[in-house]
């Protein structure tokens, strides 16, 4: 079974990094062409995706917010980390980790989600 | 960046209504549009890829069609558990964009 958890800090302070995790299972970070994906929900508003990264390490970025951000993974924990620094109170939001299918270039699993709120 | 539209915003239709769903992109996607269905307080969930394939486990009522830039999502018959807020998905480009949602809710 596929599976994806977010983990991380419910509340951060303006200003500060936050670092998300996304632990996977029921499948390899390594698997060719394999990729997971960072979205993101404010409270009432629309999806909002922000990075990407595959098994080749190829990553890419939100346009409007690739100078805050960096997505890495460590294959050998199953895990894909994304920091994002200067945080600020419009970036709370629920955070989702998802799997892209290299097949269908689709995000197929998802995980449950992660709410950060930024305040001070 | 690829744009995303849809229309309409939000809906209100009756159970057993024949919906349907409209997605446009700012430029030629070719068919790399996606699907998710998302009701509240849960994580999205993929329907359709490829603009048309019926993701596995998917009730068959569900169906998308389309291509280049307009794309269209239809629920042939509304059910219940069909209330929720639809968003297309550009997987053309690298830097994957999302439509800004439409609620189908109950007339």
């Known amino acids: 079974q596929v599976t994806l958890k977010e983990s991380g800090p419910v509340l951060v302070k303006p200003t500060e990094t936050l670092t998300l995790t996304c632990t996977v299972s029921g499948f390899s970070l390594s698997n060719a062409r394999m990729g997971v994906s960072w979205i993101r929900q404010p409270p009432g508003k629309a999806l909002e995706w922000l990075a990407h990264i595959f098994s080749n390490d190829e990553k890419s970025y939100s346009t409007s917010l690739k100078s805050r951000l960096t997505i890495s993974k460590d294959t050998s924990k199953s895990q894909v980390v994304l920091t994002m620094t200067n945080m600020d109170p419009v970036d709370t939001a629920t955070y989702y980790c998802?799997?892209?299918?290299?097949?269908?270039?689709?995000?197929?699993?998802w995980g449950q989600g992660t709410t950060v709120t930024v305040s001070s | 960046d690829i744009q995303m539209t849809q229309s309409p915003s939000s809906l209100s239709a009756s159970v057993g209504d024949r919906v349907t769903i409209t997605c446009r992109a700012s430029q030629s996607i070719s068919s790399y549009l996606n699907w998710y269905q998302q009701k509240p307080g849960k994580a999205p969930k993929l329907l359709i890829y490829a603009a048309s394939s019926l993701q596995s486990g998917v009730p068959s009522r569900f169906s998308g069609s389309g291509s280049g830039t307009d794309f269209t999502l239809t629920i042939s018959s509304l059910q219940p558990e069909d209330f929720a807020t639809y968003y297309c998905?550009?997987?053309?480009?690298?830097?994957?964009?999302f439509g800004p949602g439409t609620k189908v809710d109950i007339k």
């Open positions: 998905q550009q997987s053309y480009s690298l830097r994957v964009t």
């Open positions: 998802a799997r892209i299918d290299p097949q269908k270039y689709g995000m197929d699993v």
